[in-house]
């Protein structure tokens, strides 16, 4: 059973970098995308973006000039950082296993980051 | 990239079916079927229901179907149970390998 999780630092101060990264366990993340997600407290969903395993990269066009993902294969895990953040950026921040192109499972718990100085 | 258009909210007794829209999802002939469904309670992750507009994943109710029509997709939950009670969102295919949520529906069961 893959197992995700997110961990990263819960508070970060406006203009600086967000950096998350996701850990996953029960199975290799090889050949698969892995996307990051991102839900703002009590509001909807937004895709944040996908990576590749091979390291190839789909982003949101409203956050792609601020975010850039990777991946480090032998640790099985996928990062995440999304530069000069302000408080729109506070957001639960999720991982997720993409099985097809709009298919998310499973999902690890999320990460509340708080952008506050 | 616009999000993909939901009722806010919607209400249903147990025993009812209900259905919910979601519209501005891709027409285009390849990317037509790839619509996704997910259900959340308050304080967890997003569950899959439906992928590919109408398949259920491995332990997903019957009671939950998908459709669509033309750049409409639909979620039916039948039997509605107080379990039931959750947001809901979908999920398009919106080009260039990117993907695009609708801003959610909340399901009150009554």
């Known amino acids: 059973q893959v197992r995700l999780q997110e961990s990263g630092p819960g508070l970060v101060k406006p203009s600086e970098t967000l950096s998350l990264t996701c850990t996953v366990s029960?199975?290799?993340?090889?050949?698969?995308?892995w996307s990051w997600i991102r839900q703002p407290a009590g509001k909807g969903l937004e895709w944040i973006g996908r990576?590749?395993?091979?390291?190839?990269?789909n982003y949101n066009p409203s956050l792609k000039s601020r975010v850039a993902m990777s991946v480090a294969t032998s640790e099985n895990r996928v990062s995440l950082r999304l530069t000069s953040v302000t408080a729109a950026d506070t957001a639960i921040y999720f991982c997720?296993?993409?099985?097809?192109?709009?298919?998310?499972?499973?999902w690890g718990p999320g990460i509340l980051v708080t952008v506050s100085s | 990239q616009s999000a993909l258009t939901q009722p806010a909210s919607l209400s249903g007794s147990p025993g009812q079916s209900i259905t919910i829209s979601c519209t501005g999802t891709?027409?285009?002939?390849?990317?037509?079927?790839?619509v996704s469904w997910y259900q959340q309670h308050p304080g967890k992750a997003p569950k899959l229901l439906i992928y590919?507009?109408?398949k259920r994943p491995s332990g997903v109710s019957s009671r939950f179907s998908g459709s669509k029509s033309d750049n409409t997709a639909s979620l039916t939950i039948s039997g509605l149970q107080a379990e039931d009670e959750a947001s809901y969102y979908c999920?398009?295919?919106?080009?260039?390998?990117?993907?695009?949520f609708g801003g959610g529906t909340k399901l009150t069961v009554l």
């Open positions: 997720a296993k993409v099985g097809g192109p709009t298919t998310f499972d499973p």
């Open positions: 029960g199975d290799s993340i090889s050949s698969f995308y």
């Open positions: 990576i590749y395993t091979s390291g190839a990269t």
């Open positions: 891709s027409s285009d002939d390849g990317s037509y079927n790839l």
């Open positions: 590919e507009v109408n």
């Open positions: 999920c398009s295919y919106a080009g260039r390998g990117t993907s695009v």
